[in-house]
């Protein structure tokens, strides 16, 4: 079935340092790939996203890049924060957003 | 923005009663609405596909009988966990689906703490 792998689960990094969460998925066919951000308690929110017919996209400090004969994804979060700090998920679906498939969560640790 | 909310935001019940879950979109009408269970430092696992007017899709190893969905209109689905037990307790997510053109755009209501007694 269709499945969504992600690394690391914990990430931890001092503030400025960049990071690195990657992702790969299993289905061909997806052409959507967006990414949230999940604080304790919280609902999950995008913060970026990323079509099959873009390699990369880029909003501020966050940057997303799409290998989609490698089938995989990636989101860099430069000058990291501290509010950075939280769970992130990325995420594949089919039909430009329809039926999303998570990833495992990567969870993310800014040290000031 | 688009907004989804969910109600109530906790509840807790006794095991073998049953609990209602509503998902509203407020500001833009969904066809299509998602259940999802997340368990603590867990990924969203995504229970069954609410759709308008028809048969919910459900996903494989989710009981259909135990967790039953209703979307009766453009703007509201229900979840409602039948005879819960102590193992139902998570954080129960929806999202709905808005159309942006030939895409679609997920929105996430704030979720549902679940704890079955």
């Known amino acids: 079935g269709e499945n969504v792998e992600q690394h690391p689960s914990t990430l931890s990094v001092q503030e400025g340092d960049s990071a690195v969460i990657k992702c790969t998925y299993s289905?061909?066919?997806?052409?959507?790939f967006p990414w949230y951000k999940q604080e304790l308690g919280k609902r999950p929110q995008l913060i970026i996203d990323?079509?099959?017919?873009?390699g990369e996209k880029k909003d501020q400090r966050i940057a997303v890049t799409l290998n989609k004969t490698a089938k995989h994804f990636s989101l860099h979060i430069t000058e990291t924060q501290p509010e950075d700090s939280a769970v992130y998920f990325c995420?594949?679906?089919?039909?430009?957003?329809?039926?999303?498939?998570f990833g495992a969560g990567t969870r993310l640790f800014v040290k000031a | 923005g688009a907004v989804v909310s969910q109600h109530p935001s906790w509840v807790i019940c006794k095991s073998g009663t049953s609990v209602k879950i509503e998902c509203r979109s407020l500001?833009?009408?969904?066809?299509?609405m998602f259940w999802y269970r997340q368990f603590p430092k867990q990924s969203l696992m995504l229970m069954a596909t609410?759709?308008?007017?028809?048969?919910?899709?459900?996903e494989q190893g989710v009981e259909k009988d135990k967790f039953l969905i209703n979307h009766a209109s453009l703007t509201l689905s229900t979840l409602t966990v039948t005879s819960a037990h102590p193992e139902d307790s998570s954080f129960y997510i929806c999202?709905?689906?808005?159309?942006?053109?030939?895409?679609?755009?997920?929105?996430f209501g704030p979720g549902t703490r679940l704890t079955v007694t």
């Open positions: 990323i079509r099959s017919n873009v």
């Open positions: 995420a594949a679906s089919k039909g430009g957003g329809f039926k999303t498939i």
């Open positions: 999202s709905a689906l808005r159309r942006k053109g030939v895409a679609f755009e997920q929105y």
């Open positions: 609410s759709n308008e007017g028809s048969k919910a899709t459900y």
């Open positions: 289905d061909s066919a997806s052409n959507y």
């Open positions: 500001d833009f009408q969904a066809t299509t």
